[in-house]
Protein backbone atom coordinates (compact mmCIF):
# COMPACT_ATOMS: atom_id res chain seq x y z
CA UNK A 1 0.00 0.00 0.00
CA UNK A 2 1.13 3.86 -1.04
CA UNK A 3 0.36 6.32 1.36
CA UNK A 4 1.40 9.80 -0.81
CA UNK A 5 2.20 12.88 1.56
CA UNK A 6 1.02 16.44 0.12
CA UNK A 7 2.29 19.71 1.35
CA UNK A 8 1.24 22.64 0.09
CA UNK A 9 2.86 24.88 2.62
CA UNK A 10 6.83 26.28 2.63
CA UNK A 11 9.74 23.94 2.32
CA UNK A 12 10.14 22.38 5.91
CA UNK A 13 7.37 24.43 7.78
CA UNK A 14 4.51 23.69 9.38
CA UNK A 15 2.47 21.72 6.62
CA UNK A 16 5.90 20.13 5.20
CA UNK A 17 6.33 19.05 9.12
CA UNK A 18 3.03 17.75 9.89
CA UNK A 19 2.40 15.77 6.78
CA UNK A 20 5.88 14.13 7.45
CA UNK A 21 4.80 13.14 10.70
CA UNK A 22 1.45 11.43 9.57
CA UNK A 23 3.74 9.94 6.90
CA UNK A 24 5.59 8.22 9.98
CA UNK A 25 2.94 6.67 11.34
CA UNK A 26 1.65 5.29 8.01
CA UNK A 27 5.15 3.56 7.67
CA UNK A 28 5.11 2.41 11.33
CA UNK A 29 1.71 0.62 9.70
CA UNK A 30 3.39 -0.99 7.24
CA UNK A 31 3.01 1.70 3.92
CA UNK A 32 5.52 2.39 1.69
CA UNK A 33 5.69 5.99 1.90
CA UNK A 34 6.02 8.80 -0.89
CA UNK A 35 6.12 12.85 -0.09
CA UNK A 36 5.75 16.06 -2.81
CA UNK A 37 5.84 19.74 -1.79
CA UNK A 38 3.40 21.62 -3.71
CA UNK A 39 4.84 25.04 -3.08
CA UNK A 40 7.68 25.17 -5.50
CA UNK A 41 5.63 23.05 -8.64
CA UNK A 42 3.88 25.17 -11.23
CA UNK A 43 -0.32 24.07 -10.91
CA UNK A 44 -1.74 26.50 -13.10
CA UNK A 45 -5.63 27.05 -13.09
CA UNK A 46 -8.14 24.91 -14.74
CA UNK A 47 -8.85 27.02 -18.01
CA UNK A 48 -12.17 25.19 -18.66
CA UNK A 49 -11.11 24.43 -22.21
CA UNK A 50 -12.61 21.06 -22.15
CA UNK A 51 -9.90 19.16 -24.17
CA UNK A 52 -9.86 16.68 -21.64
CA UNK A 53 -13.98 15.74 -21.86
CA UNK A 54 -12.74 15.78 -25.88
CA UNK A 55 -10.20 13.56 -25.40
CA UNK A 56 -12.33 10.78 -23.67
CA UNK A 57 -15.01 11.14 -26.03
CA UNK A 58 -12.69 10.68 -28.89
CA UNK A 59 -11.38 7.30 -26.36
CA UNK A 60 -8.30 8.95 -25.37
CA UNK A 61 -7.12 9.12 -21.93
CA UNK A 62 -9.28 11.70 -19.68
CA UNK A 63 -6.47 14.43 -19.38
CA UNK A 64 -5.33 17.47 -19.22
CA UNK A 65 -3.47 19.47 -22.18
CA UNK A 66 -1.89 22.17 -19.77
CA UNK A 67 1.72 21.78 -19.74
CA UNK A 68 2.49 22.55 -16.25
CA UNK A 69 3.52 20.33 -13.45
CA UNK A 70 -0.01 18.96 -12.92
CA UNK A 71 0.80 15.38 -14.93
CA UNK A 72 3.75 14.77 -12.28
CA UNK A 73 1.55 15.64 -9.57
CA UNK A 74 -1.52 13.50 -11.16
CA UNK A 75 0.50 10.23 -11.44
CA UNK A 76 1.42 10.68 -8.00
CA UNK A 77 -1.57 10.88 -7.13
CA UNK A 78 -2.87 7.92 -9.10
CA UNK A 79 -0.32 5.50 -7.64
CA UNK A 80 -1.24 6.46 -3.84
CA UNK A 81 -3.83 4.08 -1.99
CA UNK A 82 -3.97 7.03 0.53
CA UNK A 83 -3.20 10.32 0.36
CA UNK A 84 -2.53 12.61 3.71
CA UNK A 85 -2.72 16.28 2.67
CA UNK A 86 -2.38 19.40 4.13
CA UNK A 87 -2.78 23.41 3.41
CA UNK A 88 -2.43 26.17 4.88
CA UNK A 89 -5.16 28.99 5.45
CA UNK A 90 -4.52 31.88 3.56
CA UNK A 91 -7.74 34.45 4.29
CA UNK A 92 -9.87 31.95 6.36
CA UNK A 93 -9.59 28.77 3.35
CA UNK A 94 -7.21 26.67 1.61
CA UNK A 95 -4.52 28.22 -0.18
CA UNK A 96 -5.11 29.31 -3.78
CA UNK A 97 -2.81 26.62 -5.15
CA UNK A 98 -4.85 23.66 -3.46
CA UNK A 99 -7.93 25.11 -5.71
CA UNK A 100 -5.95 24.46 -8.77
CA UNK A 101 -5.45 20.93 -7.65
CA UNK A 102 -8.88 20.60 -6.80
CA UNK A 103 -10.20 22.46 -10.47
CA UNK A 104 -7.47 19.91 -12.69
CA UNK A 105 -8.84 16.78 -10.65
CA UNK A 106 -12.35 17.89 -11.33
CA UNK A 107 -14.07 16.70 -14.07
CA UNK A 108 -11.64 15.16 -15.99
CA UNK A 109 -10.94 12.51 -13.37
CA UNK A 110 -14.83 12.11 -12.15
CA UNK A 111 -15.20 8.94 -11.35
CA UNK A 112 -18.83 8.54 -12.10
CA UNK A 113 -18.16 9.77 -15.34
CA UNK A 114 -15.15 7.54 -15.80
CA UNK A 115 -17.16 4.30 -15.11
CA UNK A 116 -19.77 5.38 -17.77
CA UNK A 117 -16.83 5.81 -20.63
CA UNK A 118 -14.84 2.65 -19.45
CA UNK A 119 -18.58 0.65 -19.48
CA UNK A 120 -19.13 2.51 -22.64
CA UNK A 121 -15.21 1.19 -23.92
CA UNK A 122 -15.88 -2.38 -22.88
CA UNK A 123 -19.53 -2.90 -24.38
CA UNK A 124 -17.37 -1.42 -27.66
CA UNK A 125 -15.21 -4.59 -27.19
CA UNK A 126 -12.08 -2.07 -26.00
CA UNK A 127 -9.40 -3.53 -24.05
CA UNK A 128 -6.34 -2.66 -22.09
CA UNK A 129 -4.74 0.71 -23.30
CA UNK A 130 -8.11 1.57 -25.39
CA UNK A 131 -9.90 1.23 -21.62
CA UNK A 132 -9.30 4.41 -19.29
CA UNK A 133 -6.49 4.20 -16.55
CA UNK A 134 -7.51 1.78 -14.46
CA UNK A 135 -5.93 3.61 -10.99
CA UNK A 136 -9.14 6.19 -11.41
CA UNK A 137 -11.25 3.60 -10.05
CA UNK A 138 -8.82 2.80 -7.18
CA UNK A 139 -10.80 3.30 -3.47
CA UNK A 140 -8.87 5.81 -2.14
CA UNK A 141 -8.64 7.56 1.62
CA UNK A 142 -7.43 11.07 3.01
CA UNK A 143 -6.32 12.11 5.96
CA UNK A 144 -6.55 16.20 5.64
CA UNK A 145 -4.74 18.74 7.78
CA UNK A 146 -5.76 22.15 7.45
CA UNK A 147 -2.75 24.51 9.13
CA UNK A 148 -3.60 28.05 10.29
CA UNK A 149 -1.19 30.43 12.15
CA UNK A 150 -4.13 32.37 14.29
CA UNK A 151 -4.91 31.65 18.14
CA UNK A 152 -8.23 30.90 17.33
CA UNK A 153 -10.13 28.09 14.91
CA UNK A 154 -12.34 31.31 14.24
CA UNK A 155 -9.89 32.60 11.65
CA UNK A 156 -9.77 29.08 9.96
CA UNK A 157 -13.63 28.70 9.78
CA UNK A 158 -12.97 27.33 5.72
CA UNK A 159 -9.79 25.75 5.78
CA UNK A 160 -10.93 22.19 6.59
CA UNK A 161 -14.15 22.11 5.11
CA UNK A 162 -13.01 23.66 1.67
CA UNK A 163 -10.10 21.01 1.79
CA UNK A 164 -12.49 18.28 1.40
CA UNK A 165 -13.29 19.47 -2.27
CA UNK A 166 -10.27 17.30 -3.11
CA UNK A 167 -12.18 13.88 -2.29
CA UNK A 168 -15.26 13.73 -4.36
CA UNK A 169 -13.99 14.07 -8.27
CA UNK A 170 -12.47 10.50 -7.69
CA UNK A 171 -14.82 9.66 -4.54
CA UNK A 172 -12.14 9.42 -1.83
CA UNK A 173 -13.20 8.84 1.13
CA UNK A 174 -11.59 11.36 4.10
CA UNK A 175 -11.20 9.24 7.07
CA UNK A 176 -9.43 11.63 9.46
CA UNK A 177 -9.24 15.52 9.29
CA UNK A 178 -7.43 17.71 11.79
CA UNK A 179 -7.45 22.01 12.01
CA UNK A 180 -3.70 22.74 13.25
CA UNK A 181 -4.44 26.53 14.26
CA UNK A 182 -2.20 28.04 16.35
CA UNK A 183 1.07 27.85 14.65
CA UNK A 184 1.82 31.12 15.53
CA UNK A 185 1.94 30.00 19.66
CA UNK A 186 3.36 26.92 18.97
CA UNK A 187 5.90 28.65 16.80
CA UNK A 188 7.08 25.21 15.40
CA UNK A 189 5.16 21.49 15.35
CA UNK A 190 8.06 19.51 16.65
CA UNK A 191 8.02 21.25 19.43
CA UNK A 192 4.59 19.87 20.36
CA UNK A 193 4.53 16.27 20.81
CA UNK A 194 0.80 16.02 21.24
CA UNK A 195 0.30 17.06 18.32
CA UNK A 196 2.99 14.87 16.36
CA UNK A 197 1.64 12.11 17.82
CA UNK A 198 -2.02 13.05 16.75
CA UNK A 199 -0.20 13.48 13.46
CA UNK A 200 1.47 9.56 13.33
CA UNK A 201 -2.26 8.71 14.70
CA UNK A 202 -3.51 9.74 11.07
CA UNK A 203 -1.13 8.63 9.01
CA UNK A 204 -1.97 4.94 10.52
CA UNK A 205 -5.45 5.41 10.01
CA UNK A 206 -5.24 5.78 6.56
CA UNK A 207 -3.13 3.17 6.16
CA UNK A 208 -4.79 0.93 8.32
CA UNK A 209 -7.90 2.00 5.72
CA UNK A 210 -6.63 0.84 2.76
CA UNK A 211 -8.19 -2.53 1.72
CA UNK A 212 -11.61 -1.12 2.80
CA UNK A 213 -14.73 -0.91 0.29
CA UNK A 214 -14.91 2.66 0.06
CA UNK A 215 -17.81 3.40 2.06
CA UNK A 216 -16.96 1.03 4.66
CA UNK A 217 -13.77 2.71 6.43
CA UNK A 218 -14.37 3.87 9.95
CA UNK A 219 -14.30 7.73 10.28
CA UNK A 220 -11.36 8.16 12.77
CA UNK A 221 -11.76 12.23 13.19
CA UNK A 222 -11.83 13.95 16.88
CA UNK A 223 -15.18 15.10 16.53
CA UNK A 224 -18.43 13.88 14.68
CA UNK A 225 -19.63 17.16 13.04
CA UNK A 226 -23.07 18.47 11.93
CA UNK A 227 -22.72 16.30 9.07
CA UNK A 228 -22.40 12.79 9.30
CA UNK A 229 -20.66 12.06 5.37
CA UNK A 230 -17.95 15.28 5.58
CA UNK A 231 -17.77 15.51 9.50
CA UNK A 232 -17.76 19.44 9.13
CA UNK A 233 -19.39 21.97 10.89
CA UNK A 234 -20.98 24.04 8.32
CA UNK A 235 -24.35 24.41 7.12
CA UNK A 236 -26.56 26.47 4.97
CA UNK A 237 -30.05 27.42 6.08
CA UNK A 238 -32.34 26.92 3.98
CA UNK A 239 -36.08 27.61 4.79
CA UNK A 240 -38.21 26.50 7.43
CA UNK A 241 -36.12 23.99 9.22
CA UNK A 242 -34.48 22.69 6.09
CA UNK A 243 -30.67 23.09 6.29
CA UNK A 244 -27.80 21.57 3.68
CA UNK A 245 -24.49 20.37 3.98
CA UNK A 246 -22.69 22.68 1.34
CA UNK A 247 -19.91 20.60 1.25
CA UNK A 248 -21.98 17.50 1.14
CA UNK A 249 -24.83 18.85 -0.96
CA UNK A 250 -27.54 17.53 1.09
CA UNK A 251 -30.37 18.51 2.48
CA UNK A 252 -32.00 17.88 6.16
CA UNK A 253 -33.62 18.85 9.37
CA UNK A 254 -32.42 21.26 11.60
CA UNK A 255 -33.63 20.86 15.54
CA UNK A 256 -32.70 21.84 18.96
CA UNK A 257 -32.21 18.94 21.86
CA UNK A 258 -30.59 19.31 25.37
CA UNK A 259 -29.41 22.92 24.10
CA UNK A 260 -27.77 21.54 21.43
CA UNK A 261 -28.29 22.10 17.63
CA UNK A 262 -28.97 18.85 15.61
CA UNK A 263 -29.27 18.17 12.00
CA UNK A 264 -30.74 14.99 10.49
CA UNK A 265 -30.15 13.57 7.31
CA UNK A 266 -32.29 10.80 5.96
CA UNK A 267 -31.03 7.54 4.44
CA UNK A 268 -32.79 9.03 1.12
CA UNK A 269 -30.91 12.14 1.15
CA UNK A 270 -27.05 10.77 2.31
CA UNK A 271 -27.78 8.28 -1.34
CA UNK A 272 -28.31 11.65 -3.02
CA UNK A 273 -25.15 13.21 -1.46
CA UNK A 274 -21.80 14.45 -3.39
CA UNK A 275 -20.40 11.47 -1.88
CA UNK A 276 -22.67 8.67 -3.16
CA UNK A 277 -23.06 7.29 -6.58
CA UNK A 278 -26.32 8.33 -6.48
CA UNK A 279 -25.87 11.54 -6.27
CA UNK A 280 -22.76 11.75 -8.66
CA UNK A 281 -24.71 10.16 -10.77
CA UNK A 282 -27.58 12.69 -10.61
CA UNK A 283 -25.19 15.59 -11.96
CA UNK A 284 -23.85 13.81 -14.44
CA UNK A 285 -27.47 12.94 -16.00
CA UNK A 286 -27.85 16.80 -14.93
CA UNK A 287 -24.58 17.60 -17.06
CA UNK A 288 -25.93 15.05 -19.74
CA UNK A 289 -29.03 16.72 -20.14
CA UNK A 290 -27.60 19.90 -20.81
CA UNK A 291 -26.16 19.06 -24.76
CA UNK A 292 -29.58 18.66 -26.41
CA UNK A 293 -30.56 21.92 -24.84
CA UNK A 294 -27.49 23.72 -25.70
CA UNK A 295 -27.53 22.25 -29.55
CA UNK A 296 -31.79 23.25 -29.86
CA UNK A 297 -31.00 26.70 -28.38
CA UNK A 298 -28.31 27.37 -30.40
CA UNK A 299 -29.76 25.73 -33.89
CA UNK A 300 -32.78 28.38 -33.18
CA UNK A 301 -30.90 31.76 -32.05
CA UNK A 302 -27.57 31.36 -32.50
CA UNK A 303 -27.18 33.15 -34.91
CA UNK A 304 -28.42 36.48 -32.97
CA UNK A 305 -25.86 36.13 -31.09
CA UNK A 306 -23.12 38.65 -32.88
CA UNK A 307 -25.94 41.24 -32.98
CA UNK A 308 -26.80 40.72 -29.21
CA UNK A 309 -22.84 40.87 -28.40
CA UNK A 310 -22.37 44.27 -29.92
CA UNK A 311 -24.23 46.13 -26.52
CA UNK A 312 -20.83 45.25 -24.75
CA UNK A 313 -18.41 47.16 -27.69
CA UNK A 314 -18.25 50.28 -25.14
CA UNK A 315 -16.37 47.82 -22.49
CA UNK A 316 -12.80 47.49 -23.81
CA UNK A 317 -10.38 45.55 -21.46
CA UNK A 318 -7.66 47.06 -19.71
CA UNK A 319 -4.55 46.94 -21.64
CA UNK A 320 -1.60 45.27 -18.95
CA UNK A 321 0.90 47.45 -21.65
CA UNK A 322 -0.90 50.86 -20.64
CA UNK A 323 -0.32 49.89 -16.85
CA UNK A 324 3.50 49.47 -17.61
CA UNK A 325 3.48 52.95 -19.06
CA UNK A 326 1.84 54.41 -16.54
CA UNK A 327 3.61 52.94 -14.22
CA UNK A 328 7.35 54.47 -15.70
CA UNK A 329 5.41 58.00 -16.06
C1 LIG B 1 -1.34 35.48 2.67
C2 LIG B 1 -1.49 34.78 3.99
C3 LIG B 1 -2.73 34.72 4.60
C4 LIG B 1 -2.89 34.07 5.81
N1 LIG B 1 -4.15 34.00 6.36
C5 LIG B 1 -4.35 33.30 7.50
C6 LIG B 1 -5.66 33.18 8.06
O1 LIG B 1 -6.64 33.69 7.54
N2 LIG B 1 -5.81 32.46 9.18
C7 LIG B 1 -4.74 31.86 9.81
O2 LIG B 1 -4.94 31.20 10.83
N3 LIG B 1 -3.48 31.95 9.31
C8 LIG B 1 -3.26 32.66 8.16
N4 LIG B 1 -1.98 32.74 7.62
C9 LIG B 1 -0.86 32.08 8.31
C10 LIG B 1 -0.53 30.70 7.73
O3 LIG B 1 -1.65 29.87 7.68
C11 LIG B 1 0.54 30.03 8.59
O4 LIG B 1 1.70 30.81 8.58
C12 LIG B 1 0.87 28.60 8.18
O5 LIG B 1 1.68 28.03 9.15
C13 LIG B 1 1.60 28.55 6.85
O6 LIG B 1 1.88 27.21 6.53
P1 LIG B 1 3.37 26.69 6.30
O7 LIG B 1 4.15 26.99 7.57
O8 LIG B 1 3.25 25.25 6.06
O9 LIG B 1 3.90 27.42 5.12
C14 LIG B 1 -1.79 33.43 6.43
C15 LIG B 1 -0.52 33.50 5.83
C16 LIG B 1 -0.38 34.17 4.62
C17 LIG B 1 0.99 34.21 3.97
Known sequence: MKILGLSFGRKNRNSDILVKEALLGAKEAGAEIAFLNMMDKQIGHCTGCAACDRRREKGGPSRCIIKDDFPFVEDAILEADGIIVAAPVYVLGPIGQYKNLVDRMGPSHDRSQMERENAKRIAQGKTGE??????????????????????????????????????????????????????????????????????????????????????????????????????????TIKTGT???????????????????????????????????????????????????????????????????MKRFDGIRE????????????
Not at 199 to 217: C, D, F, K, N, W
Not at 245 to 265: H, N, R, V, W, Y
Not at 318 to 329: G, I, R, S
Open 130 to 235: ELLDPRLFKDRFLGMISVGGARTENWTSMGLPNMHLFSFSMQMNVVDHYNAYRMGDIVNPLFDDELLARMRQMGRSVAESIGTPRLEAEWKGDKPGICPLCHNDLL
Open 242 to 308: TVECPICGMEGTLSIEDGQIKATFTEEQIERSRQRQGGVDDHMDEIASFGPIVQAKLAESGHLLPEK
Open 318 to 329: LDKKDFVENMKQ
